[in-house]
């Protein structure tokens, strides 16, 4: 539900924008503190939380949960050209926000710095390695920053309870449990030989 009112609300951001105004934006428009919030595309909608700074010097900064690299970026005709993602087409852009396309995917920036709630896919990705590999700490760490523990990952809608159940990691499921995931019904493999179905 919340992914569908993201996608309403990017919908009626990018109405309120000003159609003709993308060809128009300069370097110095874009310069300055922006918040990856969200991507769409082939049919799917992810909540993101990308910090990404453009310097006038014409470099850039991504911070993505542990995540960090400085790259190259420049305003050309074609678009924002930023170094490892190539160049973005300008859709719409306001004085708070920027739509952009790439690879078959929309991306929805926001002026400022990213809120400090929330999580990014980076960070779920991690809660699920984290569960999978037996990294008890680490997983207690995202629980208590707020992330579900029910928390299902992007690609396979596993929650952590069946990743640290795949890994047979017994004290993470147990911790998991104890936070709020609940056990898988049904035949789930190695999770019903570790008693975690339910």
Known sequence: MRLVRA????????????AAYPSRLTAADIAG??????????????????????????????????????ETWTRSAQGLAMARLGTLEILASSKHQ?????SGSTLRLVRGSCPKTGFSSQ????????AISG????????????LPADTRDLTH??????KAAKGCHVEVARAL?????????????R????????
């Not at 909540?47 to 949960?65: A, L, N, R």
């Not at 449990?177 to 493999?189: D, F, Q």
């Open 7 to 18: 996608g309403v609300v990017a919908v009626l951001g990018l109405l309120c924008m000003s």
């Open 33 to 70: 503190s922006w918040c990856f919030v969200e991507q769409s595309g082939f049919g799917q909608s992810v909540e993101e939380k990308i910090e990404i700074h453009f310097s006038q010097d014409g470099h850039y900064t991504w911070t993505e949960g542990t995540f960090r690299t400085r």
């Open 98 to 102: 920027l739509l952009l396309r790439g």
């Open 123 to 130: 960070d779920r990705l991690e809660f699920h390695n984290a």
């Open 135 to 146: 990294d008890l700490s680490k997983v207690q760490s995202f629980l208590d920053r707020g």
């Open 157 to 162: 809608s596993d929650t952590a309870l069946i």
């Open 177 to 189: 449990l104890k936070r709020g995931g609940k056990r898988p019904a049904g035949e789930c493999g």
């Open 191 to 198: 999770a019903k030989r570790l008693g975690l179905c339910a």
